[in-house]
Nanobody, 114 residues
C-alpha cells in the first residue's frame, strides 16, 4: 500500500513563490507516474501537472510557464515549484501517483492573497 506525504504550502502574496514536495512510501518499486491536482473552494478537483519515469512532464494551461514539476525517482519524490502565484492558484494541492491504481496525498493548503 503506497502512502503519499506532502510537505510545503502556505500563504503568500501574488507574484511570490512556493515549493511543494511529496514522497511515496510503502510500495515495492518506483511509481511510474506522479503529479499534482488541486481543488479550490466550491470547485472540482483539477489536474495541475504530472511527470513520468522518463521525466516527460505535462502541465495544465493555467499553470504552464509558471510551475515546474520534477522528481527524484530513487526517493519516489515529486516536487512542484510554483512561481508568480496568482489568487486563482489558491486551493488545496494534492499529490497523486499511479501504478496499477491511483494514490492520493492528504492535501496541503496554498493561499495567494494580498
Amino acid at each position: 500500500q503506497v502512502h503519499l506525504v506532502e510537505v510545503g504550502g502556505g500563504s503568500v502574496q501574488p507574484g511570490e513563490s512556493l515549493f511543494l514536495s511529496c514522497t511515496g512510501t510503502g510500495g515495492d518499486s518506483s511509481l511510474p507516474t506522479m503529479g499534482w491536482f488541486r481543488q479550490a473552494p466550491g470547485k472540482q478537483r483539477e489536474w495541475v501537472a504530472s511527470i513520468e519515469m522518463d521525466l516527460f512532464s505535462t502541465y495544465s494551461d493555467s499553470v504552464k510557464e509558471r510551475f515546474i514539476i520534477s522528481r527524484d525517482i530513487a526517493l519516489n519524490t515529486v516536487f512542484l515549484k510554483m512561481d508568480n502565484l496568482k489568487p486563482e492558484d489558491t486551493a488545496v494541492y494534492y499529490c497523486w501517483a499511479r501504478d496499477v491504481r491511483d494514490y492520493w496525498g492528504q492535501g496541503t493548503q496554498v493561499t495567494v492573497s494580498s
